[in-house]
């Protein structure tokens, strides 16, 4: 076969369509060989950047004719992996291990990774080392080029590895595939300069960079014209947003913007750092009819010195400040929050300050996580690493507290009637659909499959801690 690169447009995004087809033409003359259509699979670790990163994916392996399927022993097979902590490492590996038993029987399977764990030099290194049957492995600032990176992968033999230390590149208009037809993620930006003493992700995702808000404004109209009605605005730290173009907006101007898109009916956006959420965005929201009433906030600690090891540039009290703020601005909005356990030389003293901080604000949600040392972080070296035991204990204290906070609040809701945008048929209830409100919350009630998609009003009739039982007025 000939490579015919040297032919490639060097101009993205047409480099990318240009491989899309080169890639296309390979699909179809080995569906015909093999008399069956050539599949692909996708598994998505991590947050929601990732999962928007796999529809950027899925786009490109549609787009060349493969078909997506949900069994692993596809023709191409590809994890976009997260290493924000360490067990999401070791799932990978586990599940490296059944791949190969796939690819003994499939010989012609490839296999990719891709994402934040592929930053890591370390990972590289073992990959190459102990698990030489992956055939492609890339990173996080070069996914726009996939399409290249998989003609290449299907024209070799050799494992393919091409992992970039940073970027300031942003592509945009290439094909992307939604998990859902009537709600999206749209990046806003890329990488984070916080540099949270714990946290990989700025090592992985790079420096900030912040997207045009007219490449922005436009992915949102054409996907409002598809028939998105909910958008879910996404980066590291979103209230940085703007910071670094070349005319500089705040998030709130962008939020504002957003907001006369016709057509569009919500506005979500994940993750806000506590040290720059400003007064200006709680005016926006709470003006707002389509910015959803849900605020995602990490607290991390609730002890201010162990908020200054770990570089977050707010106390315990300037966080209470602002939520308590918040609250007032809007009182049914839900709070949610991530809180971390033993980070190094936190005393128990210091975990009673995030108890404390939890029993006041009451949050409606919060993720809990214990500190994993992340190789490369200032933390890592920290002395002072809290022994398991002690860790666990703080941990299970915490979940208690904090789930029994949360059914506490979601009784708040429980009678009132909601807007709920149906998502999906309930797997385990016949005749049942699933939908959520704007706070995040979800409610499940009798309905057909003809319902998803569309936003309706359900009265909450019994809350089951986590979610309601509901029923569509009309
Ligand atoms: N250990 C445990 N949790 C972490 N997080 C980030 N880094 C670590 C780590 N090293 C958590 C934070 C962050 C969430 C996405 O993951 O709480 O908000
Ligand atoms: Fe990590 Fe902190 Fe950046 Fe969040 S803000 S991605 S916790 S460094």
Redesign the pocket.
Known sequence: MIDRKENAPAAEPERQYYFIEKVKEYVQRESGRLGRPLTANITTFG?QMNARDSEKLSGILREAGYEETGREDADFVIYNTCT??ENANLRVYGRLGVLHGYKRKNPHMKIALCGCMMQEATVVDKLQKSYRFVDLIFGTHNIFKFAELLYTTLMSDRMIIDIWKDTDQIVEDLPVERKYPFKSGVNIMFGCNNFCS????PYVRGRERSRDPKDILREMESLVADGVKEIMLLGQNVNSYGKNLEEPMTFAQLLAEAEKIEGLERIRFM?SHPKDLSDELIEVMARSKKICRHLHL?L?SGSSRILKVMNRHYTKEQYLELAEKIRKAMPDLALTT???VGFPGETEEDFLETLDVVRQVRYDSA?T??????TG?P?AVMEDQIPEDVVKDRFDRLLKEVQEISKEMALRFAGTVQTVLVEEKNSQMEGYVTGRLGNNHVVHFPGGEELIGQLLKVRLDECRGFYYMGTAEE
Do not use: L
């Open positions: 947050c924000v902590r714990y946290c990989i992700v993750t990490p991390q991530d809180i971390i993720f996580f214990i500190y994993s040392k992340r972080t933390a």
